[in-house]
């Protein structure tokens, strides 16, 4: 699955324009060119809130604090930071979108392991 953000009227387009041509090329059902567009791909994931993550999207990572015993904090919580979904290197990966950040593969269990909710896009945020 496909959405397309409209470069000129600054908003995505809707899904269920887009078709696969019999040799799997994504299509785009209008008379705007496809040229207008920035094409992004569904990962194939969900964030925890059951949202589908797609390619640009803005993922937050909530993380808990461990305390002097190692036992997580109830009261402490890393403030949420802010990671972009990409596709490198013929795989999905978060990063926190400058070039020297760390790339991690986004799978299944990275979303449930870091608790993982979509809070945006690039284009629109």
């Known amino acids: 699955m496909f959405r397309g953000w409209h470069k000129d009227n600054k908003q995505f387009a809707p899904?269920?324009?887009?078709?696969?041509?019999?040799?799997?090329?994504?299509?785009?059902?209008s008379d705007d060119s496809i040229a207008d567009l920035v094409v992004c791909q569904f990962t194939g994931l969900c964030d925890?809130?059951?949202?589908?993550?797609?390619?640009g999207d803005i993922l937050l990572k909530n993380i808990k604090r461990?305390?002097?015993t190692g036992k997580m904090s109830k009261n402490a919580v890393v403030?949420?930071?802010p990671i972009i979904v990409s596709f490198f290197e013929g795989r999905w990966i978060v990063s926190e979108g400058h070039k020297r950040s760390r790339r991690i593969s986004l799978s299944g269990l990275t979303v449930h392991q870091n608790g993982l909710t979509v809070e945006g896009n690039i284009f629109e945020n």
């Open 66 to 68: 461990r305390d002097i």
């Open 15 to 29: 899904t269920s324009y887009w078709y696969l041509d019999p040799i799997g090329i994504p299509r785009w059902h």
């Open 48 to 55: 925890m809130d059951g949202k589908e993550i797609f390619e």
């Open 79 to 81: 403030p949420p930071c």
